[in-house]
């Protein structure tokens, strides 16, 4: 009991936004991993490369404030992961890791 609340009061705990915030943005990583099975031709480049840098950033807000936010950079790492995934599946969809737009155009 006393280790629970020892947590439940802790700077890091939930009471704080050093909880509550990771826990909410872990509905991204969620989100990504719900989309891994739609097709590619329905991924934003734009909005999935924002997301990466978004998280690369909050990765390194983690790691720098005081007291260090593990859960938030488990969170954003995970995060991250997932969206470069994605960000690869769009573009090979697009053909920028393949080569096609280049082919499909010297064709022509």
């Not at 509550?20 to 943005?25: L, Q």
């Not at 599946?89 to 280049?102: C, F, N, P, Q, T």
């Amino acid at each position: 009991m006393a280790s629970f609340k020892a947590f439940l009061n802790s700077p890091v705990g939930p009471k704080t936004t050093h909880f509550w915030g990771p826990v909410a943005n872990w509905g991204f990583v969620a989100a990504g991993l719900a989309d891994i099975n739609k097709p590619p031709e329905m991924i934003s480049g734009n909005m999935t490369g924002a997301m990466c840098i978004y998280s690369a950033l909050f990765m390194r807000f983690a790691w720098m404030v005081q007291p260090r936010n593990y859960l938030l950079l488990a969170c954003h790492a995970s995060n991250e992961t997932v969206q470069l995934y994605q960000h690869t599946r769009w573009a090979k969809a697009e053909g920028y890791l393949s080569g096609k737009k280049e082919k499909a155009s010297s064709s022509e």
